[in-house]
């Protein structure tokens, strides 16, 4: 039992190439705002990490309050950690509406995890986090 | 093996009828603040996900530190997600006292995921969001 | 199916007499700091839901980086929804160290659920939160 | 069934010599701002608990968006509880990119609990933080 934090060089840490984590995820807090008062745009991201060696393709639902969902297609690769822009049609594969609340519901070909966060610079600088809710 | 986003154009996801999550939730910290600085009024979200073909009808207990439970009842319609304001007696079936520590037990007649939100603006721009605890 | 939001009186929901949530918690990040520079105090609060007909005995365990564990016992009554302030001696049970990390576990003879918030008003107004990690 | 809040002496609580919580834990969500308007550093933190009786030997594993992982070794003392600085290379392991996203798997040789948190100021005061997911 040491006292002191101890560290070391980089080592090979063991690889887990079919995947972790989940393959059906949620996110009901999603909302991109139209306003932005400081120097970073407010925007929302959809972080997605693949510890496999298989691309994930990650089909993406958003439910709205008054609407049918809407459904786009975002590949993350393998062995790579992305954080899906929501404010980036290119990146999130769909234009995504402000200041309308919405949700999100993820479902990946291999098991990955989902972290959203979002920079709401509406009135501030504001950052905030949660882990998204694993279904299946 | 790819080493760039790729996106796509919308597809037909995966429909879950039945519903997916959790039909009893918990948030132990609930706060709604009577006080507002800035250009947005303090105010909490409850945010449910309902994937299910079927409207969720949603009990909710609120729990205090020096009371007896106050129960409402919302419904989140088939294929929706609302941001269920508690700063809305309209909106949350009861008029939820200010300034005061409280918590939630959210009950669905189907399977929904919930997260909560807080805007607190009472000395300044802030936002705070967790994933609520399934409990069944 | 519909696409409104209705409401309606409050109701009486399921009691769930025996206790939900669970016995043992998690919280890897607390700190207190001493500095605030607005209207309100820095502090966090171990906010605790017991939905149960018995009243909680919480045996709190502080963690440190470079000491021994520190314990105290919290009682949450039964129905009741408390957020214990860490600032505050005489609800914690015990004086914690400003301006030191350390974490939390918590043993409650009932199961409960817990979530961590911290204000933190060191140098601006700021609020984080998270469900607490269940154990057992 | 009371209805104060009863506080008690110390008391010596239940050990778990053998740990809790998990083995494998995921952030999606990293990012090590270059820049700090305040007076405190924009910084992260892996908070970890290590409530049993073994020193935890951590593989950290770094995943980014266009490179390969990077990885490096941490330990958290038995009985200890360890904010993991993300900007000091040495007690994280390893030097860090700053302001480019990424994110972490977390490996540990027994089983431990992982919350993240991160410190922005670069356009303000700001925090955030989450539970980790728990893998294995």
Not at 10 to 38: I, Q, T, Y
Not at 66 to 86: F, K, L, M, W, Y
């Amino acid at each position: 039992m040491t006292d002191t934090i101890a560290t070391s060089q980089p080592v090979e840490a063991e690889r887990s190439p079919a995947g972790e984590g989940h393959r059906v995820w949620h996110v009901p807090d999603c909302f991109l705002p139209s306003r932005s008062v400081g120097e970073h745009p407010s925007h929302e991201a959809l972080c997605v990490l693949n510890v496999s060696d298989e691309d994930a393709r990650l089909e993406l639902q958003l439910f709205f309050a008054d609407r049918e969902p809407v459904t786009s297609v975002v590949t993350v690769p393998a062995r790579r950690n992305v954080h899906i822009r929501t404010d980036q049609p290119e990146m999130v594969g769909v234009t995504i509406p402000r200041d309308v609340p919405y949700g999100c519901r993820i479902q990946s070909s291999v098991p990955v995890t989902v972290q959203y966060s979002r920079l709401d610079a509406q009135d501030g600088y504001e950052l905030m986090t949660t882990a998204a809710m694993p279904i299946a």
